[in-house]
Structures are given as structure tokens and as C-alpha cells.
């Protein structure tokens, strides 16, 4: 059924407006502020974390497994196409870098450079590290916001695919640092292996020597940045400088269709994976 749930988001995604109505975080955003206004966030940290993301993710195993066995599981598919949707990044990152990247394909730097300010919340010193800092933004949105949710979802089931995007809402969504930072402990541990999964991906869908050499080195650092890994292996697939030149094309469409083929990658192995099982 999961095999199932993952076409199921793809069609939605393309040609429906579900995952829109699915991601209300108006309720998890009023359980946070209720956190935040006792002082748990900042004196008691991991309760907080607890009841903003552990327990959340306890009701939905919970929910999922009781109503499995019922209809040979087919009762529970919706509910497993409408947690994977909610645990699904925020926003069109695609849609968020096209204005950066049309203004750069009209040699417009100081235009390219609003547009990431404004769209993307992107500063830089020069244009070549602006275009650094775009290519990393959308590989890193299209991992966090794709790839580690189905990674877990796939491994661990629907309520661990849950629980990392709560993470991800409470590092984003805090405003009080001890909470913070034990959420951005939490997700960079999540993010740790899927991370170089993909990575190992875009080697078998792009420049295999090119990201052997990027990867090995970095392969069991725990402290790298997953969002830096995936960007530095991913512009090494495609084979685009990093640090970005002036000179150096975006070429944001490779890395984007780098990311497709990627997914494609994702979805031929556990299909394949499912047939043997």
C-alpha cells in the first residue's frame, strides 16, 4: 500500500490542490504559542518538543494501526496519503526561484539579487555567491521537503514521516532558542542518512566520478550540513562550479531535473523493492 500512497501523492500534487488543504498548521501553531507563552520552550525544552511533535506522532501510529486490519488496510490509505501530504515541505520551491532565475538569465544581478532577497530570503556579497546560496536553497528545499519524508516513510511508516516534519516546523517556527536548537539537533539526525542516500543517487543518475569525489570525503562526517552535502554532490553531478563564478551558467533546470530523475530513481527501487518482498 505504500508503493500506492506515494503514486497517490504524485497525482495529487500534480493535479490536485490537496496538499494545500492538508498542511493547516493552524492548530500545531497554537499549541506551540501555548508552549512558548508557559516558558516550557525555553525551561523545559524536550517537554516541549514532546508534546508538540512526539505526541502528535504517538496518536497518528496509533490511529493508523488500529484501523489497518479493517477492509484488508484499504481504510487506512487515505489516512496515509493525508499525513504524507501534511509531512511534505512548505510551498513551491520551483515556483519560489523562478523570479531569481529569469532575472539572472537576463544577465540582471542587481534584479537577481532583489528577487532572491525578497522570494527567497537569500543575501550575498557578490553574484557568484548569491548563485551559490539559490543552487543549495533548492536542493536543499526539494531534500527536506521530498526526499527525508519519503525516505521515512518508506523505512518507518507514516508517523516517523510526521514526526520529522513537526521537527522541521518547530526549528522554523520557534522563537525561543533552547527549543530551537534541540529541534535542529533532532532534525539534522533525521536528515543524516537520507542525505547521503540522495547523494549516492545523483552519482547513479549524474556524474558518478565527479560525486564519488565530493561524497567520500564527507560521507560519515556527522557535522556537515545535509542541506551543504546535497548541494555539493548535486552541483557535482551536473558538473557546475562550486563556489558559483559570475561567469558560471545557473544551470537551475539541470539541478532541478537532477532532482526528478533522483525521485524516479526513489520510486523504480521500491517498486522493485515491493515485487520482491
Not at 504524507?84 to 515541505?89: H, I, Q, W
Not at 539572472?104 to 522570494?119: K, N, P
Not at 520529522?164 to 526549528?171: C, D, F, K, P, T
Request: glycine share 6%; charged share 20%.
Amino acid at each position: 500500500m505504500s508503493f500506492l500512497v506515494l503514486l497517490l501523492v504524485l497525482f495529487a500534487e500534480k493535479f490536485s490542490g490537496l496538499r494545500r488543504l492538508a498542511q493547516r498548521d493552524g492548530p500545531w501553531a497554537h499549541a506551540l504559542a501555548v508552549c512558548e507563552a508557559r516558558g516550557w520552550t525555553e525551561r523545559m525544552p524536550w517537554l516541549a518538543l514532546g508534546l508538540l511533535v512526539l505526541a502528535p506522532a504517538i496518536v497518528a501510529a496509533l490511529v493508523v494501526q488500529s484501523i489497518e486490519p479493517i477492509a484488508y488496510g484499504w481504510l487506512a490509505l487515505p489516512l496515509h496519503l493525508l499525513i504524507l501530504l501534511y509531512s511534505l515541505g512548505r510551498g513551491d520551491v520551483r515556483r519560489e526561484v523562478g523570479p531569481f532565475e529569469a532575472a539572472w538569465r537576463r544577465s540582471d544581478e542587481q534584479g537577481a539579487a532583489l528577487a532572491a532577497q525578497r522570494d527567497l530570503n537569500i543575501e550575498a556579497a557578490d553574484a557568484g555567491e548569491l548563485l551559490t546560496r539559490v543552487r543549495t536553497y533548492l536542493l536543499g528545499e526539494a531534500f527536506q521537503g521530498l526526499f527525508v519524508v519519503v525516505f521515512w516513510y518508506v523505512l518507518l511508516g507514516p508517523a516517523v514521516a510526521l514526526a520529522y516534519r513537526l521537527i522541521a516546523l518547530a526549528q522554523s517556527h520557534g522563537r525561543r532558542e533552547p527549543m530551537v536548537e534541540r529541534a535542529r539537533q533532532l532534525r539534522h539526525a533525521f536528515e543524516w542518512l537520507p542525505a547521503r542516500v540522495l547523494a549516492a543517487s545523483f552519482a547513479l543518475v549524474g556524474d558518478f566520478s565527479a560525486v564519488n569525489r565530493a561524497l567520500l570525503p564527507l560521507l560519515l562526517d556527522w557535522y556537515v550540513s545535509s542541506r551543504q552535502l546535497v548541494a555539493l554532490t548535486g552541483c557535482a553531478a551536473i558538473g557546475c562550479e562550486v563556489p558559483a563564478t559570475t561567469g558560471d551558467a545557473a544551470r537551475l533546470d539541470a539541478l532541478w531535473s537532477l532532482a526528478i530523475r533522483a525521485a524516479a530513481l526513489w520510486y523504480a527501487a521500491f517498486a522493485v523493492w515491493v515485487l520482491l518482498r
